[in-house]
């Protein structure tokens, strides 16, 4: 099991960027995939990004891809989402995520046992 925790959510204006860290903690957490979801008002929650252990490998959805980018530092035990020219409809609680099977990349929520408490991000108009 691991034990993530989110940080650096925030409220923001449209076409800002922000940065979000996802500690983990435990010694297997380089074997670990890892995502990113999210959950606006209203909404069911959405894959957003995954990256393999080794961080060679990612994956992102339609909606984010080319403005959001995440990576990991394993050494940090830190997996990070990397935001750009964000929208309005970006607002939504993000979510870090965790999965035991490192080498491939997971956009199904069920593929991971392992949730974050999850962290704002407010983008303003």
């Known amino acids: 099991q691991v034990q993530l925790v989110e940080s650096g959510g925030g409220l923001v204006q449209a076409g800002d960027s922000l940065r979000l860290s996802c500690a983990a903690s435990?010694?297997?957490?380089?074997?670990?995939?890892m995502g990113w979801f999210r959950q606006a008002p209203g909404k069911e929650r959405e894959f957003v990004a995954a990256?393999?252990?080794?961080?060679?490998?990612?994956n992102y959805a339609d909606s984010v891809k080319g403005r959001f980018t995440i990576s990991r530092d394993n050494a940090k035990n830190t997996v990070y989402l990397q935001m750009k020219t964000l929208k309005p409809e970006d607002t939504a609680v993000y979510y870090c995520?965790?999965?035991?099977?490192?080498?491939?990349?997971?956009?199904?929520?069920?593929?991971?046992?392992?949730w974050g408490q999850g962290t704002q991000v407010t983008v303003s108009s």
């Open positions: 435990g010694r297997t957490f380089n074997s670990y995939g």
């Open positions: 995520a965790a999965a035991a099977d490192g080498s491939s990349l997971h956009r199904k929520s069920d593929d991971y046992p392992d």
């Open positions: 990256i393999t252990w080794s961080g060679v490998s990612t």
